[in-house]
């Protein structure tokens, strides 16, 4: 029954071989494509929601959406005090706010003496630091952990994520996506 | 020291493998029977000098060689004795060098014991399974050696993967290995029988034994590795259709269909050309599915331990392997097509149907597998999860479950539903039917809330439990082959464990609550009560472990201690979420992160008759072992008897 007769033309018996041919062709050109492989985030392209957080720290003042629609790129950085790899991106932060990036923080769950405790070791790069002890805001622009960076276009519009910490390597990806952002 | 043996040991095997290639190759032509000898004595010690290897590399991790590159990058000194050994196969080199010493153990087995097969196509099937063996010592030798020194010794191990340093993973890889290297023997048959053309019973019958085994390893890995999901990752689900997961599916699938046509060939001589071309998929899912988990290529999400270079070899072994005995199938299959005919109404057709569903499934699980790459490649990111792999795949099981109930009670060639077939066959499944439909109906009428799909699922597991049991309807028990008994319980645990699936899906209730010590909630029938909440501390972590008293339906309580674990090396956190098992389902409960008022974050399912998915699963391998046992107790029986006589031949003279 599901044996043809012999005689039959069999193309069929090609067909598992050209299936194979298509997955092959296919993974290659997963394998070759630019390592581009994080997916891309859904609240890219989406403008920041609005909230207004208190000051985490007596030094700087808190931070609320309006100060991303002032018209130039900024960064917003999603850190806490307790959050070891938070520390090791503070050269690279400190290096792009010399180069006149602004940068507004936001600590997540964390305490104003710790936040004052962290800012001293580790270097005050932030313009303004917005308190999140419920991580609302946090949730809000689709940040799964700490650290997390995104490059803000003048109109508070959301246009890179970075995750994890900003290592020396990243920095001059983020310089081009904040000239991107400022087009 | 050890290391170096370890390495010398695993070249020499390679060459040997080179050896057993060409000596087969030459003792297939008239010029060179008289290399043919060589073959299976090759084959056997280089499946012992394999397994010495593994040996040495198991002593370096037991002993915490820390001059060993892969011992310092993946154990320490401070892990539990099972850890340091499950470390060994816990990481890339080691994993593949277990794969490699499981096949060469297994290809020396074959070549010690089968007897039964043309000495031709024999030595065809031990080239085919050297030259596969060869590729994957390329492989370990050239590109991930695992007995690499270092320059300095470390001063400690890197320690092993938290989520790894559980007893359900130490045994869970070497499992799914077993099953699918044991496939990779089932493909050798199917490429020396290629070769020589000599597809027939005989083939099946030396074949079926492999593929069983090997099936059996698969469910128990599958089944286990499911159960480690579902309570190390702490999210309650058994199953996510996970790359890796769909990884293990897809050979078990490919082999569940190899394992029935086999049967056919073994009985009828029938579906050559289908079950040949089985044989070579099932092994070919193994190394697709190793390929894309190792490759990285389908992790998009944080991607790591992604290397590309390993990636592009093992997919240039997969292009010779599969694209080369797909070829030969191509070019060998219109003389080997040629099989028994059957009727409409048969034993074969209704194995033919669960076939074609098998793929069906296999197919859907494939491309949704791989549909975040193609469409990736169209220019939109995607990911496939159960909204497509479970209706989908059910389009297919659902009829597949149904035939199930009836297949079995066929006879070979015709039946026929009327006549003598209808008290034998359409009375009972009938019944079975009816009591399908009345469950249905039932669940309908009572709980509308609940959906399609696991009101289906109900349905059809009180079907076909007792349908599964209808083959030994009017047999003496005693005399009922091993084998009939197999498959009876390997189709009463699919039962089980679908009854178990639809019973999670339909009636599970989850519970979230923020509670301090002292309060209370209800989930399902239970009544849980969060004691306290305090520090524990285990060989090489530490944890806070909550103390909640459960009692179900005002019955004296019992206590659950979830843990969330922090393991110190490598750093790492894992919850350890606690459970309580009774005979209509498992209370689940996690202990979350503390809230800012000193409450805790507490989630708890109560998931009726869960446990008997793995029940199932463990039916079923119980299925694969009684039927593994009656046909190799049969060829024992025969092989006794064949010696038999020949030795009276002998001593008569003739």
Request: with cysteine; net charge positive.
């Amino acid at each position: 029954m599901s044996n043809g007769p012999k005689t039959k033309p069999r193309l069929a018996v090609w067909l598992p071989l050209i299936l194979f041919a298509g997955f092959f062709a296919l993974v290659i050109w997963g394998l070759v494509r630019p390592a581009d492989r994080e997916v891309a985030s859904a609240f890219i392209d989406k403008p920041l929601p609005e909230f207004n957080l208190p000051p985490a720290t007596d030094e700087r003042p808190g931070l609320a959406t309006a100060t991303f629609k002032a018209g130039k790129p900024r960064l917003l950085n999603v850190f806490a005090s307790w959050c070891v790899p938070c520390a090791v991106e503070s050269p690279q932060l400190a290096q792009l706010a010399g180069q006149g990036v602004e940068i507004d923080g936001v600590a997540i769950r964390d305490r104003k003496p710790d936040v004052a405790r962290f800012l001293a070791q580790n270097g005050n790069p932030f313009a303004r630091i917005g308190k999140d002890d419920l991580s609302q805001v946090q949730l809000a622009i689709g940040s799964s952990g700490v650290p997390e960076t995104f490059v803000v276009d003048g109109k508070g519009v959301i246009r890179y994520q970075h995750i994890g910490e900003i290592r020396p390597e990243d920095v001059p990806l983020i310089l081009s996506k904040l000239e991107e952002a400022a087009q | 020291m050890i290391a170096e043996l370890g390495l010398a040991v695993l070249w020499m095997a390679a060459a040997l493998a080179v050896l057993q290639l060409v000596a087969g190759i030459l003792a297939l032509r008239p010029e060179g029977r008289q290399v043919a000898g060589l073959v299976r004595p090759v084959a056997v010690m280089q499946g012992v000098l394999v397994a010495g290897a593994l040996v040495a590399l198991i002593t370096l991790f037991l002993t915490t060689d820390l001059s060993v590159k892969l011992v310092a990058e993946n154990s320490h000194s401070m892990k539990p004795f099972i850890f340091k050994l499950a470390g060994t196969w816990g990481n890339h080199e080691g994993s593949m060098l277990l794969w490699v010493a499981i096949m060469a153990v297994a290809g020396g087995f074959v070549a010690l014991v089968e007897k039964r097969l043309p000495e031709n196509t024999l030595i065809a099937t031990l080239a085919g399974q050297a030259f596969v063996s060869l590729g994957f010592y390329a492989f370990l030798l050239l590109a991930s050696n695992p007995f690499q020194r270092l320059p300095e010794p470390a001063p400690e191990g890197a320690g092993l993967n938290p989520l790894l340093q559980d007893i359900g993973l130490a045994f869970h890889p070497p499992t799914l290995y077993v099953g699918y290297v044991g496939l990779s023997i089932a493909f050798s048959f199917a490429v020396g029988a290629l070769v020589t053309r000599d597809v027939g019973p005989a083939f099946a019958r030396a074949m079926r034994p492999w593929v069983l085994g090997a099936w059996i390893f698969l469910t128990l890995g599958i089944t286990a590795g499911s159960y480690w999901a579902y309570y190390t990752l702490g999210w309650g689900g058994w199953w996510f259709w996970d790359p890796v997961e769909n990884a293990s599916l897809m050979p078990w699938l490919a082999a569940t269909a190899l394992l029935h046509s086999c049967s056919v060939l073994a009985s009828r001589n029938a579906l050559k050309a289908w079950t040949v071309m089985l044989g070579v998929i099932a092994f070919s899912m193994s190394m697709v599915g190793t390929f894309l988990v190792r490759s990285g290529i389908l992790t998009s999400v944080h991607a790591f331990a992604v290397d590309p270079e390993r990636g592009s070899f093992i997919l240039a072994l997969l292009a010779i392997y599969i694209g080369g005995a797909l070829t030969l199938f191509a070019l060998r299959a219109s003389t080997v097509t040629e099989g028994a005919r059957f009727s409409f109404v048969s034993r074969e057709a209704a194995l033919v149907f669960n076939n074609v569903m098998l793929c069906g499934i296999l197919g859907i699980v494939l491309v949704g597998t791989l549909y975040p790459l193609l469409t990736e490649a169209m220019g939109v990111k995607v990911s496939v999860g159960p909204p497509y792999f479970n209706p989908v795949s059910a389009v297919f099981a659902i009829p597949m479950m149904l035939v199930m109930g009836v297949g079995p009670l066929l006879r070979w060639r015709q039946d026929s539903f009327e006549g003598k077939g209808a008290g034998r066959i359409t009375l009972p499944v009938g019944v079975c039917a009816l009591l399908s439909a009345a469950v249905l109906l039932g669940v309908e009428l009572l709980a509308p809330q609940i959906k399609l799909l696991p009101a289906l699922g109900l349905a059809i597991a009180a079907g076909l439990a007792p349908a599964s049991f209808l083959p030994l309807r009017g047999r003496n028990l005693r005399r009922t082959p091993l084998a009939t008994w197999g498959m009876v319980f390997g189709h009463f645990g699919i039962a089980v464990a679908l009854f178990g699936m639809a019973s999670e899906s339909a009636f599970s209730t989850e519970r979230l609550a923020a509670m301090r010590p002292g309060d209370v909630q209800q989930v399902g029938p239970y009544a849980v009560k969060l004691e306290g909440i305090g520090p524990v501390a285990g060989p090489n972590w530490t944890a806070l472990e909550g103390t909640v008293s459960a009692s179900y339906a005002g019955a004296a309580p019992s206590i659950l201690r979830p843990q969330a674990r922090t393991f110190s090396n490598p750093p790492g956190n894992r919850t350890e979420s606690a459970l309580k098992t009774r005979w209509n389902g498992q209370l689940y409960a996690v202990l979350g992160e503390e809230g800012d008022d000193g409450r805790w974050q507490m989630r708890f399912w109560w998931k009726p008759f869960v446990p008997m998915i793995w029940y199932g699963g463990a039916l079923i391998a119980l299925g694969g072992l009684l039927a593994l046992l009656g046909r190799v107790a049969a060829d024992v029986r025969r092989l006794v008897a064949t010696g038999k006589i020949a030795y009276r031949r002998e001593r008569q003279g003739r």
